[in-house]
């Protein structure tokens, strides 16, 4: 599967962004989807994985109240939605895949980087 990131961008301190991940190729429900990020200088980290179908979504601590994922499989599409945006969360955002029973998200977006201003 094919991954595309967009929405990332420049914003302000307390705004929001919608991040998509685009997927094509392979049949997009059958996998696991999840949101990484790497800020500068740091190692890349796991914020987000949503079920093949949807209904169970995971979320890291340090993001769980602000960051929600969500999908739409009839488009192909995982979304990040980051409200409450804060300097920290200056990073590159990549969306991964992971197919059926694998124990590792073997497909990566080329990310989106998101830069918030204090």
């Known amino acids: 599967v094919q991954l595309v990131e967009s929405g990332g961008g420049l914003v302000q301190a307390g705004g929001s962004l919608r991040l998509s991940c685009a997927a094509s190729?392979?049949?997009?429900?059958?996998?696991?989807m999840g949101w990484f990020r790497q800020a500068p200088g740091k190692e890349r980290e796991f914020v987000a994985s949503i079920s093949r179908n949807g209904g169970s979504t995971y979320s890291s601590d340090s993001v769980r109240s602000r960051f929600t994922i969500s999908r739409d499989n009839a488009k192909s599409t995982v979304y990040l939605q980051i409200d409450t945006l804060k300097p920290e969360d200056t990073a590159v955002y990549y969306c991964?895949?992971?197919?059926?029973?694998?124990?590792?998200?073997?497909?990566w977006g080329q990310g989106t980087l998101v830069t918030v201003s204090s």
């Open positions: 190729g392979r049949s997009f429900i059958s996998y696991t």
């Open positions: 991964a895949a992971r197919y059926l029973a694998d124990n590792r998200y073997n497909s």
